[in-house]
């Protein structure tokens, strides 16, 4: 009943910048909380980022701190992640998803719903 599709992901050199979206549909958008987690070959989905769903708290790893922002508009039912100074250990797929207990978690296994995946690859 919940539907997420991601969008922006691709090929940028070291140091770069891309901007991944998020378009939610289906029910009580607002209300979850959102994260990125994102998925290397051969290795374990791993958590980047995530919204609380008034918008009033985020939750970066520390991989990224600094260098990756996570943002929602809830209007628009989309969630983004800007992503700068990529380097290539951040190549993986990037996914979407959304948590319907209302409470932040950084495990892949308390996320209900997931998006198919973006491609981003970083050259050096």
């Known amino acids: 009943q919940v539907q997420l599709v991601e969008s922006g992901g691709g090929l940028v050199q070291a140091g770069g910048s891309l901007r991944l979206s998020c378009a939610a549909s289906g029910r009580t958008f607002s209300s979850y909380v959102m994260g990125w987690f994102r998925q290397a070959p051969g290795k374990e989905r791993v958590f980047v980022a995530a919204i609380s769903w008034s918008g009033d708290s985020e939750f970066v790893a520390d991989s990224v701190k600094g260098r990756f922002t996570i943002s929602r508009d809830n209007a628009e039912n989309t969630v983004y992640l800007q992503m700068n100074s990529l380097n290539p250990e951040d190549t993986a797929v990037y996914y979407c998803?959304?948590?319907?207990?209302?409470?932040?978690?950084?495990?892949?296994?308390?996320?209900?719903?997931w998006g198919q995946g973006t491609q981003v690859t970083v050259s050096s």
């Open positions: 998803a959304a948590d319907p207990d209302q409470a932040y978690s950084d495990s892949v296994y308390e996320y209900d719903y």
